[in-house]
């Protein structure tokens, strides 16, 4: 299995500040993400996601976050093996600093 590429919340937190044009898409529950978004993050549930394919763009790179770290690779895991370019968010939400939206 090919290695995930990863960035921290911290590597994140810089591009969105500098603004960065950044596909990001947050695959927690409903729930989850009325805590709280990263800016300019799009949400698709993880189970969603296989249906959702054709709304992903192949040759456009996209940073998956989830709470932790944990649901967001298991998804970049599946991309990945679908051809997609995908880096995952380690850490997750737990670990953002950054601003939010609600």
């Not at 810089?14 to 927690?28: F, I, P």
């Not at 800016?39 to 763009?57: N, R, T, V």
């Not at 996209?62 to 679908?82: A, K």
Request: negative net charge; charged residues 35%; contains cysteine.
């Amino acid at each position: 299995m090919e290695e995930l590429k990863t960035i921290t919340t911290d590597e994140l937190q810089e591009k969105v500040e500098k603004g960065e044009e950044l596909l990001l898409v947050d695959v927690r529950e409903d729930e989850e993400v009325a805590t709280g978004m990263i800016p300019g993050a799009i949400h698709i549930k993880m189970g969603d996601i296989p249906e959702k394919l054709d709304q992903l763009d192949k040759d456009k790179e996209y940073i998956f976050i989830c709470r932790s770290g944990g649901r967001s690779g298991n998804v970049c895991h599946y991309l990945q093996d679908q051809g997609y370019k995908v880096r995952n968010m380690t850490g997750g939400m737990l670990n953002w600093k950054g601003e939010k939206v609600f």
